[in-house]
């Protein structure tokens, strides 16, 4: 079967089972709930859908803390229901992406309590082990202020197991060929259920080496050709998309020259300068991250995102680059998460403005590569920061004006509703946005439309024309002679431009794919335009004769 790159011009929605939408009225999401909102997640125009970890599991980290890679978690359903959801999503023309969690599993999972119990079980070689405690414990922590150190001490198997994430999580031996071919065991029966690929987590850690004797691990990148060789094998269409925050010029290590590894990529380097443009609106370290991470083979992609599930990792960013932006999203301590992230949701970080709510979406949509949305951003959700690290950010849906904004009928939720102040569900939910022509939601719904009507982003290759000021970023996409222009002004004031196409054909019309303000050039070839305060513009470059024969711009 040949993959035919579906992938290229996505758009992919992210949502947590447990907080969407619970049918049964346990207070706890479900797959049955998660059906009935197949058709507003259609009706929104996404195309695939990512969902995070619904696997048996204590829930010790929302999930990730696997205990059965084959079922799923009774407070979700049953494997029936999974299947049953997988078939509704084809019928409706979605994918499905599933978190593969490989690097660890639950200190739960009958692996780890056979290794622990047994030296002679073959599941003992299938975590990483030590007798005494090795000297740098307390480096490579991943959840600085929480976590102390990446080996345990474990009582019954009289030896230190390592774990790079938290002490209930031991890490897997991925070098160990079972585990690599259980791990191909693995995403085989969820493609036979009907899933489209997989966001692997922690992917640099998966093909780490491990072991107490390991000064500098070594990254073992032929194994994700292994995993894609097998995807492709069994599914073609099926994808891998890697979290993996790593250095730009390291990225191609993961897609591979010929992009014979992972398929697709969170460009985490492109996200932090983002918001480092959004709170200094200076896009000038924007544009050096998106040409450092701009080479990819021709079937690799980026996946762009503005907020995930996690903290905003401000990792990468230079240390004043990185208080700008604390200080502009974050600046108080508990808006902060180990010592580098922020952990608000976006709406919240950006006041509420729907200006910049709408300037920041627009980017992200027009960024190199596949757009990536969170549930509930959609309609500019808050956060509770009354809640322990990251659940914060991953509150229940909000979907009406109902008790417990429609999410359950039960008066325990597995997480609170927001229900105070302006992000409360009395004022932020999904039923009067969609009864509002002007809502974000619609709003949304409108961009997402464009964006898939625009697969000259996805596919085509990029460039930069000068707009005279650092303040307004201006992009062109060339791709199968086609080419679309995107204006983004990053400040609150308003700013004029004049600049040239990068055609040798110097007159083109700027046709708006947004509204009716197209742009003619002048005589010598240039374009003049007005932004107003976080102002953008989405225009197809044509000819001046454009207009005159299309009715329906």
């Given at each position: 079967?040949?993959?035919?790159?579906?992938?290229?011009?996505?758009?992919?929605?992210c949502?947590?089972?447990?907080?969407?939408?619970?049918?049964?009225?346990?207070?706890?999401?479900?797959?049955?709930?998660?059906?009935?909102?197949?058709?507003?997640?259609?009706?929104?125009?996404?195309?695939?859908?990512?969902?995070?970890?619904?696997q048996?599991?204590?829930?010790?980290d929302?999930?990730?803390?696997?205990?059965?890679?084959?079922?799923?978690?009774?407070?979700?359903?049953?494997?029936?229901?999974?299947?049953?959801?997988?078939?509704?999503?084809?019928?409706?023309?979605?994918?499905?992406?599933?978190?593969?969690v490989?690097?660890?599993?639950?200190?739960?999972?009958?692996?780890?309590?056979a290794?622990r119990?047994?030296?002679?079980?073959?599941?003992?070689?299938?975590?990483?082990?030590?007798?005494k405690?090795?000297?740098?414990?307390?480096?490579?922590?991943?959840?600085?202020?929480?976590?102390?150190?990446?080996?345990?001490?474990?009582?019954?198997?009289?030896?230190?197991?390592?774990?790079?994430?938290?002490?209930?999580?031991?890490?897997l031996?991925?070098?160990?060929?079972?585990?690599q071919?259980e791990?191909?065991?693995i995403?085989?029966f969820?493609?036979?259920?009907?899933?489209?690929?997989?966001?692997?987590?922690?992917?640099?850690?998966?093909?780490?080496?491990?072991?107490?004797?390991?000064?500098?691990?070594?990254?073992h990148?032929?194994?994700l050709?292994?995993?894609?060789?097998?995807?492709?094998?069994?599914?073609?269409?099926?994808?891998?998309?890697?979290?993996?925050?790593?250095?730009?010029?390291?990225d191609?290590?993961?897609?591979?020259?010929?992009?014979e590894?992972?398929?697709?990529?969170?460009?985490?380097?492109?996200?932090?300068?983002?918001f480092?443009?959004?709170?200094?609106?200076d896009s000038?370290?924007?544009?050096k991250?998106?040409r450092?991470?701009?080479?990819?083979?021709a079937?690799?992609?980026?996946?762009?995102?503005?907020?995930?599930?996690?903290?905003?990792?401000?990792?990468?960013?230079e240390?004043?680059?990185?208080?700008?932006?604390?200080?502009?999203?974050?600046?108080?301590?508990?808006?902060?998460?180990?010592?580098?992230?922020?952990?608000?949701?976006?709406?919240?970080?950006?006041?509420?403005?729907r200006?910049?709510?709408?300037?920041?979406?627009?980017?992200m949509?027009?960024?190199p590569?596949?757009p990536v949305?969170?549930?509930?951003?959609?309609?500019?959700?808050?956060?509770?920061?009354?809640?322990r690290?990251?659940?914060?950010?991953?509150?229940?849906?909000?979907?009406?004006?109902?008790?417990?904004?429609?999410?359950?009928?039960?008066?325990?939720?597995?997480?609170?509703?927001?229900?105070?102040?302006?992000?409360?569900?009395?004022?932020?939910?999904?039923?009067?946005?969609?009864?509002?022509?002007?809502?974000?939601?619609?709003?949304?719904?409108?961009?997402?439309?464009?964006?898939?009507?625009v697969?000259?982003?996805?596919?085509?290759?990029?460039?930069?024309?000068?707009?005279?000021?650092?303040?307004?970023?201006?992009?062109q996409?060339?791709?199968?002679?086609?080419?679309?222009?995107?204006?983004?002004?990053?400040?609150?004031?308003?700013?004029?431009?004049?600049?040239?196409?990068?055609?040798?054909?110097?007159q083109?019309?700027?046709?708006?794919?947004?509204?009716d303000?197209?742009?003619?050039?002048?005589?010598?070839?240039?374009?003049?335009?007005?932004?107003?305060?976080?102002?953008?513009?989405?225009?197809?470059?044509?000819?001046?004769?454009y207009?005159?024969?299309?009715?329906?711009?």
């Amino acid at each position: 079967m040949i993959n035919d790159l579906w992938y290229k011009n996505a758009v992919i929605y992210c949502l947590s089972v447990a907080t969407y939408m619970d049918a049964n009225g346990d207070g706890c999401g479900d797959f049955q709930g998660l059906m009935r909102r197949l058709d507003y997640l259609q009706g929104l125009g996404v195309t695939a859908i990512w969902l995070m970890p619904f696997q048996p599991s204590p829930c010790k980290d929302d999930g990730y803390d696997v205990a059965d890679y084959y079922g799923v978690n009774p407070r979700y359903g049953t494997l029936g229901d999974f299947v049953e959801f997988t078939h509704g999503c084809k019928q409706r023309g979605l994918r499905v992406l599933i978190d593969l969690v490989v690097n660890h599993t639950s200190n739960e999972h009958p692996w780890f309590q056979a290794a622990r119990r047994d030296p002679q079980s073959k599941y003992r070689d299938w975590y990483v082990w030590s007798k005494k405690k090795p000297k740098n414990a307390a480096s490579g922590v991943v959840f600085p202020g929480v976590q102390k150190s990446t080996w345990t001490y474990d009582e019954v198997a009289k030896a230190y197991y390592f774990h790079r994430f938290y002490d209930f999580q031991p890490d897997l031996n991925t070098s160990n060929p079972e585990v690599q071919a259980e791990i191909l065991k693995i995403m085989g029966f969820w493609l036979q259920l009907g899933v489209s690929g997989f966001r692997m987590d922690a992917v640099p850690f998966v093909i780490s080496q491990k072991g107490a004797k390991v000064a500098k691990p070594e990254e073992h990148y032929d194994m994700l050709r292994t995993f894609s060789q097998f995807l492709t094998w069994r599914e073609g269409e099926a994808i891998i998309l890697a979290e993996a925050n790593v250095l730009p010029g390291t990225d191609m290590k993961y897609f591979g020259s010929a992009g014979e590894r992972v398929q697709m990529m969170f460009n985490f380097e492109v996200n932090q300068h983002l918001f480092y443009a959004l709170a200094t609106s200076d896009s000038r370290p924007l544009v050096k991250a998106m040409r450092s991470t701009k080479s990819r083979p021709a079937t690799a992609q980026w996946g762009q995102f503005l907020r995930n599930h996690d903290e905003l990792d401000l990792g990468r960013l230079e240390v004043e680059q990185r208080e700008a932006v604390f200080s502009k999203f974050g600046p108080d301590p508990d808006m902060q998460l180990y010592q580098r992230g922020i952990r608000r949701r976006l709406a919240p970080m950006l006041q509420g403005d729907r200006r910049r709510l709408e300037l920041a979406y627009s980017l992200m949509m027009t960024l190199p590569g596949t757009p990536v949305i969170r549930y509930g951003d959609e309609i500019g959700m808050g956060d509770d920061l009354a809640l322990r690290e990251r659940n914060c950010a991953r509150t229940p849906m909000q979907w009406s004006t109902e008790p417990q904004a429609g999410f359950t009928k039960s008066d325990h939720p597995v997480l609170r509703v927001i229900s105070d102040g302006p992000y409360g569900f009395q004022h932020v939910n999904v039923a009067d946005q969609r009864r509002d022509p002007n809502s974000l939601l619609n709003w949304m719904e409108r961009i997402v439309r464009m964006r898939k009507e625009v697969p000259e982003i996805g596919w085509g290759d990029f460039s930069f024309v000068s707009a005279g000021t650092p303040e307004v970023l201006v992009m062109q996409y060339s791709w199968r002679n086609n080419s679309v222009l995107c204006v983004h002004n990053l400040s609150g004031q308003p700013r004029e431009i004049r600049f040239s196409l990068q055609f040798e054909e110097k007159q083109c019309m700027l046709a708006n794919l947004l509204s009716d303000d197209h742009s003619q050039p002048d005589r010598g070839g240039k374009h003049s335009m007005l932004l107003e305060p976080y102002g953008y513009r989405w225009f197809r470059v044509c000819g001046l004769d454009y207009l005159l024969k299309r009715s329906d711009i």
